[in-house]
């Protein structure tokens, strides 16, 4: 009887993981190996790495000002861009 109490105290958690454990059968069963899915998306993969590679080292080369308010922060980003340098020192 001590068994059937500790089961019945932890129902939820069990059926839980069942349930889980028979999703995953089940996932495995129909979906596609995965070596596949990486081999017809690796061009996703591939750009998007070197794309979070340029704007990390974007952003170590040319860092925005920190000495700039909250508020003129995004005018400050966009005169940047747009190459208009001499109005941040104005700031």
Known sequence: ??????????RFFLSAAVALLLSLA???????PVI??????????VS????????IVIGQISPI?????DERQ??????YV???QESLENY
Do not use: N
């Not at 009887?1 to 932890?10: C, G, P, R, T």
């Not at 089940?26 to 596609?32: A, R």
């Not at 596949?36 to 993969?45: R, T």
């Not at 995004?74 to 005169?79: F, H, N, P, S, T």
């Open 1 to 10: 009887m001590e068994i059937y109490s500790v089961v019945l105290q932890h």
């Open 26 to 32: 089940c996932l495995l069963t129909i979906m596609p």
């Open 36 to 45: 596949s899915v990486l081999y017809y998306f690796w061009p996703l993969f």
């Open 48 to 55: 998007t790495a070197i794309a979070l590679v340029a704007i």
């Open 65 to 69: 000002p920190r000495e700039l308010s």
């Open 74 to 79: 995004g005018e400050a980003l966009l005169d």
């Open 82 to 84: 747009a190459g208009k």
